[in-house]
């Protein structure tokens, strides 16, 4: 019997202890249930609080925005002609009708390069299909701006009868200049009528008497008449190379350019830099025309820059519209300005216009750029942004939407916290007669709460910050005998205080100190400061009473350990006796020969 284990319950005694010391316990346990039930209501009362603050802190941020000044300086504008003349306005602009009258819209100036003298002609001398005269460059190396694709294109000869003879000529890429004179004379059938001029960079195709030119078909599928820049003339005209052939290439690096002033660089022997309004443009022999034009329209030089391919020239026009010159600036040795035709002869600025405008009739005014600043006004708050020539209305007045919706804002904060006070601290009657009541229905300080923002809210001064507006009621809002909430019983009051006395209702709501803004801050941030705030202070007296609470709780478990432990102990010794007990029993009934 020593190996018996007396912490099984009823194993030598037969009587379940356990059961009753679990029961035992439990009852012990009985005055916890109670704390627990105390603890909860602490919590909820908590969470109440904890709510009433954030609603007021709502109404707090409500009443804040309505004390911003700019919330009444807010302006609406409009322009009755759109397409004319659109308008902003800040807060605070002049409000009224003016008439504006755009004569001259304002246009960007534009800095021209020059035409001539900066590319090189295609060749070096006149080129014919005569035996003798120069071959001319290959065409695959020609210095046009396009490259040349092989293939065939189309020469057509009409006669005085209206016939038409097409011939097509094939070329190719290592074809030079005097190769395709020569075909283009075979494909007319007349000797000498194609021929190039150096002087004029050009290519001459002279009508055969009688007889009109038609050049190029859809058919085509070489670009050799666009290289040439020839079209078809007007009859009874020979076709003339529209511009001058030698041109730059917008994929080619500048070293490969053919320009007739060479050019240098000033930074290095490969780099150099020039300016173009004080903004500087680097690029470098390997740099592209593409990529030095990307560059300068990326910088803040303030200019769009292109390329003219058929004058063969540079265009520097500025982003922003109106009469202002351009100042280009080369760096150190470069010459880049000048090789490019951006300076010295042929160059020059091709200037824009200023916007010419009037205002109610008034003297011609004008403005660097097609927005007329109130600076340029007079008008305080008022921009124009001009598109065309013509008269606009332009209206300007109080924006009182805004305001309109920060109070109506307003109110409805304040009847959300009314409507939350009153359903935490009102009790209730069941059908049964059975009350119940809110989680703060007796706290003398929350129900108070109530009455004094109804007060405040409702308080009509004399005297105060605005002459006429002096509290909600001159605004159509006001409050019942039955419930804290506002509600609206004149809706027409608010919007005529707003449309015409709105200064007065400014004063009302942002005056400093008295104005309503300001007395509902000084009446909430006192309950609601993180730190020193009234209900902030109440929620933490609560956590400290549930800690308390805690604390509590803990001693009370370990006293019902400790019962608990001693009623096991004893029981289990009983169980030890008993266990004996059976032993010696059974060991005398050996001896005496009894059977069990």
Same mark, same amino acid.
């Given at each position: 019997?020593?190996? +018996? ?5 009823? +194993? ?18 009985? %005055? ?18 904890? &709510?009433?603050?954030?609603? !007021? ?48 819209? @304002? ?6 390069? *020059?035409?001539? $003298?900066?590319?090189? %002609? ?17 065409? #695959? ?10 293939? /065939? ?13 097409? /011939? ?47 050049? $190029?078909? *859809?058919?085509?599928?070489?670009? !050799? ?9 007007? %009859? ?8 001058? +052939?030698? #041109? ?10 053919? +320009?007739?002033? %060479? ?34 329209? =990326?910088?803040?030089a303030g200019v769009q820059a292109s390329f003219d391919s058929g004058l063969n020239r540079f265009v520097l026009k500025n982003k922003e519209p109106g009469n202002r010159g351009v100042v280009l600036a080369q760096s150190g040795s470069s010459n880049f300005l000048t090789a490019f035709g951006l300076t010295g002869t042929g160059s020059s600025l091709s200037s824009g216009t200023d916007l010419v405008y009037s205002i109610n009739g008034g003297a011609t005014a004008k403005a660097r750029s097609n927005s007329i600043r109130d600076s340029d006004s007079g008008l305080t708050g008022l921009?124009?942004? @001009? ?15 805004? @305001? ?46 109530? #009455?004094?923002?109804?007060?405040? !809210? ?15 009621? =001159? ?10 909430? !506002? ?51 109440? &929620?933490?007296?609560? /956590? ?7 604390? &509590? ?27 004996? #007990? ?15």
């Open positions: 019997m020593a190996g +018996l284990d007396m912490s099984i319950s009823g +194993l030598a005694s037969g009587f379940d202890w356990k059961s009753v010391v679990d029961q035992l316990t439990n009852v012990e346990r009985a %005055p916890q249930a109670t704390v627990r039930t105390e603890q909860t209501t602490l919590a909820n009362r908590r969470s109440a609080l904890g &709510q009433i603050a954030t609603q !007021l802190t709502d109404l707090q941020t409500k009443a804040t925005a309505l004390g911003d000044s700019s919330l009444y300086n807010r302006r609406s504008v409009s322009s009755s002609d759109t397409s004319i003349a659109t308008v902003s306005a800040a807060d605070g602009a002049v409000t009224g009708s003016y008439s504006i009258n755009v004569t001259t819209l @304002a246009t960007p100036s534009s800095w021209l390069g *020059a035409t001539s $003298g900066i590319i090189s %002609p295609l060749h070096t001398a006149d080129v014919s299909a005569n035996a003798g005269a120069p071959t001319g460059p290959v065409l #695959s190396a020609a210095g046009w701006g396009a490259t040349l694709t092989a293939g /065939t294109v189309t020469i057509g000869v009409q006669n005085s009868s209206g016939t038409v003879t097409n /011939t097509t000529v094939t070329v190719a890429t290592t074809d030079t200049l005097k190769d395709v004179l020569v075909k283009l004379d075979t494909a007319i059938g007349s000797t000498g009528v194609a021929t190039y001029s150096s002087a004029n960079d050009q290519v001459t195709i002279a009508r055969p008497d009688g007889k009109n030119l038609i050049l $190029g078909s *859809a058919s085509d599928t070489s670009n !050799l008449l666009s290289c040439l820049k020839l079209f078809t003339p007007a %009859p009874g005209a020979s076709a003339v190379s529209d511009s001058k +052939l030698g #041109s730059l290439k917008l994929s080619g690096s500048l070293s490969s350019q053919p +320009l007739v002033t %060479p050019l240098t660089y000033g930074t290095t022997a490969t780099t150099g830099a020039f300016s173009i309004n004080g903004v500087s443009i680097d690029y470098s022999s390997s740099s592209t025309l593409a990529s030095v034009l990307s560059s300068i329209n =990326d910088s803040a921009t124009f942004t @001009a598109s065309k020539v013509g008269t606009t209305t332009i209206t300007s007045a109080n924006d009182t939407g805004a @305001a309109r919706s920060a109070v109506d804002a307003l109110v409805s904060s304040v009847n959300r916290v009314q409507s939350l006070i009153s359903s935490l601290t009102v009790s209730n009657r069941d059908a049964a007669g059975k009350i119940t009541a809110g989680v703060l229905a007796y706290d003398q300080t929350i129900f108070q709460l109530g #009455s004094s923002l109804r007060s405040l !809210l409702s308080l009509q001064l004399s005297g105060g910050p605005s002459t006429t507006i002096r509290g909600l009621a =001159d605004l159509g809002y006001s409050t019942t005998g039955y419930t804290n909430e !506002l509600s609206a019983t004149n809706s027409a009051s608010l919007n005529t205080a707003l449309s015409s006395q709105l200064s007065e209702v400014q004063k009302f709501f942002s005056t400093a100190t008295t104005g309503l803004s300001a007395r509902i801050t000084s009446f909430v941030k006192p309950m609601v400061d993180e730190n020193s705030g009234t209900l902030s202070q109440r &929620q933490k007296g609560l /956590t400290e009473q549930s800690s308390k609470l805690d604390n &509590q709780l803990v001693a009370m478990e370990r006293r019902v350990q400790s019962n608990r432990e001693r009623l096991l102990t004893g029981f289990r010794a009983m169980e030890a006796a008993q266990a004996k #007990s059976n032993s010696q029993m059974q060991f005398l009934n050996q001896k005496l020969g009894i059977s069990s």
